[in-house]
């Protein structure tokens, strides 16, 4: 009888089923949902956050591109204007060239785009992280189960 106790308490459980998301439900058993409490283990929100970074370096590439051009011209105008030529006088120069116009354009739409991915990965990250708290409180409560990272990345 012993025997058949210390066998019971030692772990003669059921497996638990895995999860097709590489998470897996902790050994806490338990009612409710199976919730992720670290964000950075939901590999769902990780590849959220690779592909918005992906996103902002071929922005700021596009942008590069641009302030590349702006700083050949400044440079031709530079040369162009006599020696001790101050800001003013070189603002004053580019400002006449309408190709330098077209430039000034497209780097503030391609700053644009790039603050407006920014904002978008704040956003995500502060719903994300607000999830994560409801979801911890949930955990604290009883109510939902936290799940445990199969693999790490």
Partial sequence: ???????AVSGCRRRQP?????????AGGGDG???VTNRMQDPVYRQALDDNRQSQVQKAAARHAVVD????MIAEVRA???AGADDE????????RPEWKVLEAENARALAEVET????????IRRRMEAEARDVKA?????????APTQRR
């Fill in 80 to 82: 162009a204007l006599p």
């Fill in 89 to 96: 006088a070189v603002k004053a120069e580019l400002a006449k």
């Fill in 139 to 147: 955990v604290a409560e009883g109510r939902a189960v936290p799940v």
């Fill in 69 to 72: 051009k702006m700083e050949r």
């Fill in 117 to 124: 991915t920014l904002a978008e990965a704040r956003e995500s």
């Fill in 33 to 35: 949902p199976a919730v």
């Fill in 1 to 7: 009888m012993l025997f058949l106790c210390a066998a």
């Fill in 18 to 26: 895995q999860a097709s998301d590489g998470l897996e439900r902790s």
